[in-house]
């Protein structure tokens, strides 16, 4: 799979971060080679072969344990928003954030 200038300023836009157009060749070499790599790795055969380990085999028939849904600590807003550096109609306020 062949990377283009183009993609590399779109995931590093995607990305929130800044890079300088010089550099956007090291860019593409490496993602290049990161492609490669996964291309190498789907050429495997791995027809038959049974996985190294798998976390849930130990769990089977394991039932997750269940609590009773009691409020312990309820009533607690105005404490927590004491912490807060600005809070406004029983709320955090934060600022707004639109791109």
Same mark, same amino acid.
């Given at each position: 799979m062949s990377v283009s200038q183009k993609d590399v300023l779109r995931a590093a836009k995607l990305a929130k971060i800044k890079i $300088?157009? #010089?550099?956007?060749?090291? @860019?593409? %070499?490496?993602? &290049?080679? +990161? @492609?490669?790599?996964?291309?190498q =790795?789907?050429?495997?055969?791995v027809e038959g072969v049974p996985p190294l380990a798998n976390p849930m085999e130990d769990m089977k028939g394991f039932k997750?344990?269940?609590?009773?849904?009691?409020?312990?600590?309820?009533?607690? $807003?105005? $404490?927590? =928003? %004491?912490? &807060?550096p600005k809070a406004e109609h029983h709320m955090? &306020?934060?600022? #707004? +954030?639109?791109e």
């Open positions: $300088a157009t #010089k550099d956007t060749d090291m @860019f593409m %070499s490496r993602i &290049a080679k +990161v @492609f490669e790599w996964i291309e =790795l789907q050429e495997i055969n997750t344990p269940m609590r009773q849904d009691i409020v312990i600590e309820g009533e607690c $807003a105005d $404490a927590i =928003l %004491s912490n &807060a955090f &306020a934060v600022p #707004k +954030v639109i």
